[in-house]
Each structure stands twice: as structure tokens, then as C-alpha cells.
């Protein structure tokens, strides 16, 4: 496995590997856990060269989110990328993403303005943003997103659609703790106690499943499912349970085949996020 930083190296290495067959590209944040190793797994499996990014990206935290906080563990993302399979760790800095004079974003209007976009008002610019510079730099056949961050997924899917990027997008499932957590860079600032509580989200979720399997449509009543069973934690508080469209995530009144189940929660300082495809079953 080779690591760089330089951009332009990162260009002459992909150049090479292009001509040499498929190109996998798995962008983080670092501080990888499994769900990251699954990703690169599935990626390697499934095309000739795997590039993976590691940065931190300002311009998708707020001024009052985690950024100074967030898990940095370079060591150990090393060994962890290399034993996963990839060819090539890239770990830009900060001045080559952003030089001096940097002024240009990306917007994806209408899909990020609900939800995370309501919290998080200039989170998916940043995002939107960074991974559009990724994809030009790296232009790889496919990006591997995990379905974690569902609506994440669904902006880069609108992103790489109206701006004719060449890659295709692979939304992989969501790798969990044995107790249903869902794993997150996160999850390692969480307390014991927190921790224990932290699993009810998954909990909430699956109960609402199981209620969508009794014969429930409403989504007030499947959103209270959930909500309740979060409010039985003391001190836990939750952004937004929400039904939506798969695709639009647009709300929904009823379920009528399919949706996504959508949840954010406080627990101690930290913020989790998961959600749930809920699909009537066949008679």
C-alpha cells in the first residue's frame, strides 16, 4: 500500500492504475472502524485498485459541532486501510483541498434542506463540496458509501447525477455493534453509561419494523413507536424520527410499499444517527 498527501502524485498513481483495469474509491474521515473495513473489503472484492481517502473536512462542521474533538488516529488507520486491501491511502492536507482564495461550493439544493439539512444547515454544502473534489481528483468506476448516513447518500447520488460525474455509487449496509449500534467514528466518545443507553436507537427502529410486520401503515403511529421508546432514556433527546420517500425523502402520511425510516439523537455530547428501510411484506 502506498500513502501520499501530494494531489498531483495521487493523479500520476491512478493514471497508471486506470490504464490496468477498475478503480474503487472508499473516501473517510478516518479513525476507521469495521463499517470502514467492510467498505474497502467490498470495494477490493469487487474492482482491480482501491484508493482510500483520509481527511477531516472543516467545511462540514458547524461552529458549535466536533470538529476540534473528532477522533484522529493516523497509526492505526495505516495498518487498518492496508489490512482491509487497499493500494493507495491518500491523506491530503487541508491547504491542498482548500488553498488560500478557495471560494467555490457545491449546493445540492432541494434533497438537503430537510432533516440533517434542518440541524446542520451548511453540513451537506461541505460535504457536497469535498466529495466533488475528491471524485475530480480521484475519478474512480465506483465510490463506496455505507447507508449510515442515508441522506448523505442521497445528496452525492443527486450531486453525481446532475453534474455527469463517471462513477457509479454503491450504498453499502450498515455495520452494527452485537447490540444494534450502528458503528461510528463516534461511538468512541460515548461513556459506559451512554454507551448502554446508545442502543435503544436500533431498538426503536426495529420496533417500528415489527409494527410495519403486524399490519401498521400510519406513519404518526410508527414514529411514536420510536419516539417513545427514545424518550424512555433519561437525558436522551432526538432531533428528528421521520418516514420518508426511499428516494425524494419526502414525508410520509402512510406507508404504501416502501420508505426509509430516518432518526437522530443527543446522547451525552454526542450525536448519533441511524436509519431503517421498512417494505411491506409479501402476503
Known amino acids: 500500500m502506498r500513502v501520499v498527501s501530494s494531489i498531483n502524485r495521487v493523479r500520476q498513481i491512478l493514471k497508471s492504475a486506470r490504464s490496468n483495469g ?13 463499517g470502514h473495513l467492510s467498505l474497502m473489503k467490498k470495494a477490493k472484492a469487487e474492482c482491480d485498485f482501491l484508493v482510500v481517502s483520509l481527511f477531516v473536512n472543516p467545511l462540514q ?21 492496508h489490512s482491509a486491501g487497499a493500494d493507495l491511502l491518500w491523506i491530503p492536507s487541508e491547504k491542498d483541498l482548500y488553498p488560500p482564495g478557495f471560494q467555490s461550493t457545491v449546493t445540492v439544493s432541494k434533497i438537503s434542506q430537510p432533516w440533517e439539512g434542518i440541524f446542520r444547515p451548511d453540513h451537506f454544502k461541505g460535504v457536497s463540496t469535498i466529495v466533488a473534489k475528491l471524485l475530480q481528483i480521484t475519478r474512480p468506476d465506483r465510490l463506496y458509501l455505507g447507508q449510515k448516513d442515508y441522506q448523505q447518500s442521497c445528496v452525492i447520488r443527486q450531486m453525481i447525477r446532475d453534474l455527469h460525474f463517471e462513477t457509479q455509487m454503491r450504498v453499502c449496509a450498515t455495520c452494527r455493534e452485537k447490540d444494534g449500534l450502528a458503528m461510528s467514528s463516534r461511538n468512541a466518545r460515548l461513556s459506559t453509561k451512554a454507551r448502554e443507553n446508545a442502543a435503544i436507537l436500533y431498538r426503536a427502529l426495529q420496533a417500528a419494523k415489527n409494527q410495519v410486520r403486524s399490519g401498521e401503515r400510519d406513519a404518526k403511529c410508527i414514529i411514536q413507536t420510536v419516539t417513545s421508546l427514545l424518550e424512555s432514556i433519561p437525558g436522551l433527546k432526538y432531533d428528528y424520527v421521520a418516514l420518508c420517500d426511499i428516494e425524494t425523502l419526502e414525508p410520509l402520511e402512510r406507508l404504501a410499499d416502501c420508505a426509509v425510516l430516518l432518526a437522530a439523537i443527543h446522547i451525552g455530547r454526542v450525536r448519533l444517527i441511524d436509519n431503517i428501510r421498512l417494505k411491506i411484506p409479501k402476503k
Open 22 to 34: 477498475t478503480i474503487a474509491f472508499v473516501p473517510t474521515m478516518g479513525a476507521l472502524h469495521e
Open 61 to 81: 462542521f458547524g461552529p458549535t459541532e466536533d470538529f476540534k474533538v473528532y477522533p484522529r488516529e493516523l497509526a492505526s488507520d495505516r495498518k487498518k486501510a
